[in-house]
Structures are given as C-alpha cells and as structure tokens.
Antibody
C-alpha cells in the first residue's frame, strides 16, 4: 500500500518561500501524477498543482506565478515551493497520488504551515 | 476560475437518502467525465469516494453513487449511517487544471 508523508517547516515568515517535500513509500514515484492540495483552517480544499514523474506540471492559475512543483525520482520524493507567502497561505498542505484527470486515491496526512512573523 | 458550487449543508435521518449537488460550467463539470467526490472527517485527510463521475474505488460501499447531467454532478448517499456525517467535496478536471467545490457538510440527524 502506497504511503505519502509531508515534511517541512511549520512556520514561514511573510514574503518568504514555503518549501515542502512529500516522501512516497510502498510504491515508485515513476508513474502517476503527484499533487499538492491545501486547506486553510475551517475552509475548503484548494488544488495547487501536480507533476508527472516525467516532469510535466500543471498549476492552479491563481497561484501559477508563485508555485513550483518538482520531482526527485532517485529519492522517491516530490516537492512544493510557494514564493512570496502571506497569511492567506496559512493552511494544511496535503500531498496526494492520482491521475491527470484530477482525482487522487492516496493522500498524506497533511501538514499545517502557518505564515506569521 | 471559480470553485464549483455546492450547498453549504445537507441533512438526513439514518436510513434515508441524501443528494449533494455540484454545479460548474461547460469548461469543467460539463466538459469532461472527470468528476470525483471526497469525504473528509474532522482532522483527517480526504478519502476518495467516487471518480470519473460514477466509479467507486474498491472498498467504498455501494450506498455511495455519482451521476452527472449537463454542468451539474451529484453524489447520492442511500441508507444513511451515522459514520457518513462528514464534509463532502466535489472535484472536476478543467482542461489544464483541477477545481474543487466549496464543500458540503452532511449532518446525520
């Protein structure tokens, strides 16, 4: 059974860059599409973007200018970088495995990232 | 791009059926048969309940069913059980990106 685990700083200062990594175990990252989704406290889900192991990416147009998703097949990991963060970027960030059509069957437990000085 | 439109809340008694709607546009829900539904309990990660409009992953009870008509998709839960009380989110492919609904809180009375 594939498992995903998010890791990274829980606190980021405004205007800095948020960086998270998702480590995949129990399966190879060299297949499927690998997504980042976030959920502000008490709010709904927001799709951030996904990457195929080949490096093909798609991003949420509203975040496109600030988001970079990359993959490291040698470490079975993929990563998220979100630049110029503000308090509005405070959220639980989930990584997930799915398909290009957008659905994801396997999710990490999520990690809370707070943007505050 | 805007979030898909879902009712903020729905409710039903045990054993009853409820339907949650998800309205989009011809650029997302209406344009592709790639609507999925997720169940989320408090403090937990979302769980995939339906994909490709009406397909159920292994392990999801057949009490959960999905459908689509035009720009509106629906999730129907029959034979409501207490453990079905949760937030439900729809999700649709939109060509070059993916969009979620705002979420619906299901209360089992």
């Amino acid at each position: 059974q594939v498992q995903l685990q998010e890791s990274g700083p829980g606190l980021v200062k405004p205007s800095e860059t948020l960086s998270l990594t998702c480590t995949v175990s129990g399966g190879s990252i060299s297949s499927y599409y690998w997504s980042w989704i976030r959920q502000p406290p008490g709010e709904g889900l927001e799709w951030i973007g996904y990457i195929h192991y080949s490096g093909k990416t798609r991003y949420n147009p509203s975040l496109n200018s600030r988001v970079t998703i990359s993959v490291d097949t040698s470490r079975n990991q993929f990563s998220l970088r979100l630049s110029s963060v503000t308090a509005a970027d405070t959220a639980v960030y989930f990584c997930a495995r799915g398909y290009s059509s957008g659905w994801s069957a396997f999710w990490g437990q999520g990690t809370l990232v707070t943007v505050s000085s | 791009q805007s979030a898909l439109t879902q009712p903020r809340s729905v409710s039903g008694s045990p054993g009853q059926s409820v339907t949650i709607s998800c309205t989009g546009t011809s650029s997302d829900v209406g344009g592709y048969n790639y609507v999925s539904w997720y169940q989320q309990h408090p403090g937990k990660a979302p769980k995939l309940m339906i994909y490709d409009v009406s397909q159920r992953p292994s392990g999801v009870p057949d009490r959960f069913s999905g459908s689509k008509s035009g720009n509106t998709a629906s999730l129907t839960i029959s034979g409501l059980q207490a453990e079905d009380e949760a937030d439900y989110y729809c999700c649709s492919y939109a060509g070059s990106f993916v969009v979620f609904g705002g979420g619906t809180k299901l209360t089992v009375l």
